[in-house]
């Protein structure tokens, strides 16, 4: 972690802002004039290097509760939180496909575009692998990312590389280790769905943007027929599966989609007669993804349960009884029905 990252950090068990940080070891990484604004104060910026903290720990000045800081992503998971399941993106490089994820993220964000995040702090809640948090990095923003699972904060960093405006931490985003009112933009995505209580995560989530600031979500809408019989029988399959089991599952399933929807829909949709039928086929718009990535988003589909289905109207109404201005809901309509949502905080 980089000392800046203090600055938004709060105490998950009670709240305080205060945190003392102990580094015992640490390293230096070359700084790009490009990363910091000319008279920008950046706290271990020194020689053109800054100070990346390898192993350490963080106490709280409040409650003296400690978090170590282990691989360079500070742990900070508080009383009652969990650590979150394994994701089969943990080997997932962005190198594999970079264009196919970066259309993925904008479509997802709508309306929001690149000039949104120029110069703001945003966080990712429910980082994930990290997918979504590196471009926001690459549109100007100053990120934090943040999820319950080790395997993906770390899967996150890696993938963000060494960028100096990409802060990842492990912890719960019903208890956010974070300062509240603070973030210009904070979004979260393909999350909402999972949580237990998904409207109390929207309202913490809430508590954490700025006045004027604006809070992003996307989420799946209602199932309806053969997809959602398909997707209870796969989870009630798997739900006992050892994640080795469940990964080799997830390549025979990965396998099918690749032969059944993939091809079919990458050769035959240009052709009018077959492209609105060819729509429908499960997953067709991963065609354009390495196999691997199919595999592991495959396999995180399946691991993650689902606890609800959401209508438009629904969370419209999220953002409304929250006070929030400028609502704007809209229907997301690839392989099956989802919505977006944008407000902002009064």
Request: glycine share 10%; charged share 25%.
């Amino acid at each position: 972690m980089k000392r800046r990252l203090l600055d938004w950090l709060a105490c998950p068990a009670c709240g305080e802002g205060e945190l003392h940080l102990e580094s015992r070891r640490s390293e230096w990484r070359k700084a790009y004039a490009g990363h910091w604004e000319p008279d920008e104060v950046v706290p271990g910026l020194k020689d053109g290097k800054v100070e990346e903290i390898i192993e350490g720990e963080l106490r709280c000045r409040g409650c003296a509760a400690r978090y170590p800081i282990v691989d360079s992503v500070p742990r900070m998971l508080g009383p009652g939180s969990q650590a979150g399941p394994s994701t089969g993106h943990t080997w997932t490089q962005f190198e594999n496909a970079v264009p196919e994820f970066e259309k993925n993220f904008l479509d997802i964000a709508q309306p929001l575009t690149p000039d949104d995040f120029m110069g703001r702090l945003v966080l990712d809640a429910g980082c994930g692998f990290g997918r979504h948090a590196l471009f926001a990095t690459r549109y100007g923003a100053e990120v934090v990312a943040i999820d319950s699972s080790a395997e993906a904060v770390a899967s996150c960093l890696a993938n963000l590389g060494e960028g100096m405006r990409g802060h990842v931490v492990q912890g719960d985003i019903d208890r956010p280790p974070l300062k509240r009112g603070i973030f210009d933009l904070v979004f979260s995505y393909g999350v909402l769905h999972h949580v237990p209580n998904a409207r109390a995560t929207f309202a913490m989530l809430g508590e954490l943007v700025k006045p004027n600031g604006r809070l992003s979500t996307w989420v799946y809408g209602p199932r309806q027929g053969t997809t959602r019989i398909v997707t209870g029988a796969l989870r009630g399959a798997t739900s006992a599966m050892s994640p080795e089991q469940l990964h080799r599952f997830s390549q025979v399933v990965a396998s099918g989609l690749r032969v059944f929807s993939h091809t079919p829909y990458r050769v035959l949709s240009p052709v009018p007669p077959f492209g609105w039928l060819l729509s429908h086929l499960p997953l067709h718009d991963h065609h354009r993804w390495p196999f691997d990535v199919v595999v592991a988003d495959i396999y995180d589909r399946l691991r993650v349960p689902v606890t609800g289905y959401y209508t438009g109207e629904e969370i419209e109404g999220w953002y409304a009884e929250a006070g929030y201005a400028d609502i704007k809901v809209s229907r997301r309509l690839t392989n099956t029905e989802s919505f977006r949502g944008l407000g902002t905080r009064r």
